[in-house]
């Protein structure tokens, strides 16, 4: 029987990954993800996970370590952060592109410079165009819940991707709350022992990563796109599996007090929790504001995201990254694709807020709320900017 | 009122940045300790002095130093300081950083740095595991010895550094510990005046994390340890260098005078171009 108790997130996910009897873990430390496979490293030492546990020389090679051992069929795990994600960029494509179903919990954190070991999206929005599949978990629960969820994605023979599961470093990686464990036992009548599609073996020899010529390479991109995009229903499926089995269901785009709201924000990750308990607050005061929070980011669920703003007037959209002199932050970006062109699209104010580890208090909604409010009152919509920065308003430092 | 006398090599640290990191015990202080005294020895020009560091407990020595400073990512101090060194042929450029950084994720950049004989001097503080992450296993940690990723004891070969970095092509390679430190003075002494690639290993407690995982005492116990087992051999052959229980070889292995990179380089092109060639003079 699932036992909840009070346990730090990451140990909780790396105890779900040893509940999900993932054979293989090749890792490098960096923070703040260390905890979860120095966990990992005790469970092998203590027998409870009968795993190779490697502890590689960079992120480099711990990535590359993991497309070896998927390729060899083994049910792969490893978690990285920052400047780790960022170096294992090089085989990020590859582990996409090889099909091989790896399963990374990435413990967010910005990346350099100036060094900074807390937590934005900087490293993960960097990665979003490498081909796998990225998922969001905004607490402890929801991101131990998502690890055996991951390998059941990753591993369907629909899907076959690499998957990597995002929590907010620190935020959420380091807090000790209250988690349903669910056991190996009850994981195993989710999540099948893992039958690789295909894989490198002596007796039936197969090439994997050859040369993709001009003439096939466009279509090989082809195939994988068509792969990503159509893993959306297997993960729909996955997750509703989840929920009946064990009661928590997962959507990929999930909704906070939308129904009657006029100003939506828009977010990911763990300030959504942040924001809830605003949202209750200034309801008190009358304020109609909800949230949509993206649950899923690859295959963007367009279609989803649509319906959940439905209707609405506008949106704060909140982003922890951002591209200098682009086109503002990625989120923003992604959402003004699905809805441009669409009739009575709600309007966006775009912010970018929780940098490097500062906070995103009920102060930060509030200012972003007056500017949403502005333009619901049928002001200008203005430009994007980093909402928290000293010195004021984007353009006018 | 409590008066606040200065320390002798106050100039050469950024005071305003203390206190700083390190744990009571660690021996990466002591190691700065040396390598200023060094700097004072030696009169160096300050403005013609740069340390680079990577990431780690030894990697926050570059913001502690008052010199211009360089605190890169994790592994690639001396892929920074290779460019550092070949547009600034007038300067000194030293790489300060622990093992984890530069015979780990940058091992590659050790032995290349090594083998082209760039002119520049590397420091590397040896504590046996990766202080700043929490004490993991490193490729210097001890055979058996434990850490966080090894609960069930290192199984892994163990470095030797000094013999990588000498049959790679280091021209100055010495080992000494923070127990030793008017000898690891005058090591950086020759080290800094060394023209090519030089090499310290500095073995260093890590009270906090190594030791204590270890049952191995309080810091005092490793510098006895380093006292007591310390074998001095100049000229050792590296190969017989080892780190063994009981027996820590120590000394200055390797001192030849060999062309750097930059003087390769420059004969080379002399030869290929003629009178065409105007050595590069650096940036200004
Ligand atoms: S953790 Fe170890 S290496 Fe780092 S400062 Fe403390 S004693 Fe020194």
């Known amino acids: ?223 994988h796109e068509a792969a990503v995009r159509n893993a959306y229903g297997p993960i729909c499926e996955i997750l509703e599996e989840f929920g009946q089995k064990f009661g928590r269901t997962y959507k990929p785009v999930e909704t906070y007090k939308t129904e009657d709201a006029d100003i939506v924000f828009v977010m990911m990750g763990a300030a959504s929790e942040t924001c809830m308990s605003w949202v209750d607050k200034v309801r008190e005061q009358g304020k109609k504001v909800g949230i949509v929070r993206f649950r899923l980011w690859r295959p963007l669920p367009v279609e989803a995201f649509k319906e959940a703003v439905q209707g609405k007037k506008v949106l704060g959209i909140i982003d922890r990254h951002f591209s200098p002199g682009g086109a503002g932050g990625p989120v923003a970006q992604e959402v003004k694709y699905t809805l441009y062109g669409e009739k009575d699209a709600p309007k966006a104010v775009e912010v970018v807020a929780g940098l490097g580890g500062r906070d995103i208090d009920f102060d930060t909604f509030d200012k972003i709320f007056d500017r949403c409010q502005k333009v619901l009152d049928g002001g200008e919509v203005p430009p994007f900017e980093l909402i928290q920065a000293r010195g004021g308003h984007y353009g006018k430092i | 009122m409590t008066e606040i006398k200065s320390h002798p090599v106050d100039g050469l640290l950024r005071t305003d940045r203390m206190p700083h990191i390190w744990c009571p015990g660690c021996g990466v202080g002591t190691s700065v300790n040396c390598f200023t005294r060094a700097i004072e020895k030696l009169e160096m020009d300050l403005d013609k002095l740069h340390v680079v560091s990577g990431i780690g407990c030894t990697g926050r020595v570059a913001g502690y130093i008052n010199v211009d400073s360089f605190h890169t990512t994790h592994g690639r101090a001396l892929a920074f300081a290779t460019g550092l060194s070949l547009s600034r042929p007038d300067s000194k450029v030293v ?177 290929a171009l003629g009178e065409k060639f105007v050595p590069y003079e650096g940036s200004k």
């Not at chain 1, 085989?91 to 934005?120: C, H, K, Q």
Request: proline share 5%; charged share 20%; net charge negative.
């Open chain 1, 1 to 223: 029987m699932a036992v909840r108790k009070g346990i730090e997130s990451s140990l909780a996910i790396a105890e779900a990954a040893a509940a999900c009897n993932v054979d293989c873990i090749a890792a490098y430390p960096i923070t703040p993800q260390t905890h979860i496979v120095e966990h990992l490293s005790e469970l092998v030492n203590d027998g409870v996970l009968d795993a190779e546990f490697i502890p590689v020389e960079s992120e480099h090679s711990a990535m590359s370590c993991c497309c070896g051992t998927a390729a060899a069929g083994a049910r792969t795990f490893t978690a990285t952060s920052s400047q780790g994600l960022a170096l294992m960029h090089e085989i990020m494509f590859i582990a996409a592109n090889l099909r091989l179903p790896i399963v990374m919990t990435v413990a967010n954190r910005a990346l350099s410079a100036p060094i900074n070991i807390w937590n934005d999206h900087s490293d993960v929005m960097t990665e979003r165009d490498c081909g796998w599949l990225q998922i969001f978990g905004e607490n402890g629960q929801e991101s131990t819940d998502l690890v055996p969820i991951c390998h059941k994605i990753a591993e369907d023979k629909r899907v076959l991707l690499p998957i990597m599961l995002n929590f907010d470093g620190f935020i959420v990686s380091h807090v000790v709350e209250p988690i349903e464990m669910l056991t190996r036992e009850e994981i195993a009548t989710f999540l099948p022992d893992y039958e690789p599609q295909q894989r490198l073996d002596v007796d039936n020899p197969i090439t994997m990563g050859p040369v993709g010529m001009p003439e096939v390479y466009t279509e090989a991109k082809m195939a």
């Open chain 2, 95 to 271: 790489v300060y950083s622990g093992d984890g950084d530069i015979a780990a994720i940058g091992g590659n950049h050790l032995i290349h740095a090594a083998r082209r004989n760039v002119d520049m001097t590397v420091i590397c503080v040896n504590n046996y595991t990766y202080g700043m992450t929490g004490g993991q296993v490193t490729p210097t940690t001890p055979d058996k010895a434990l850490a966080s990723t090894t609960p069930f004891g290192n199984f892994e070969h163990t470095f030797n550094i000094p013999n990588l970095v000498a049959a790679s092509g280091g021209t100055y390679v010495a080992r000494w510990t923070v127990f030793h430190v008017r000898q690891l003075t005058r090591a950086m002494v020759s080290a800094l005046k060394h023209p090519g690639f030089s090499f310290i290993e500095v073995l260093s407690p890590c009270p906090t994390l190594y030791m204590r995982r270890n049952k191995l005492g309080a810091a005092v116990n490793l510098m006895e340890y380093f006292k007591e087992s310390a074998v001095i051999e100049n000229g050792a052959d590296t190969r017989t260098v080892a780190l063994n229980e009981g027996k820590t070889v120590l000394g200055e292995f390797v001192n030849v005078r060999l062309p750097t990179l930059r003087e390769s380089y420059e004969e080379r092109m002399k030869e």
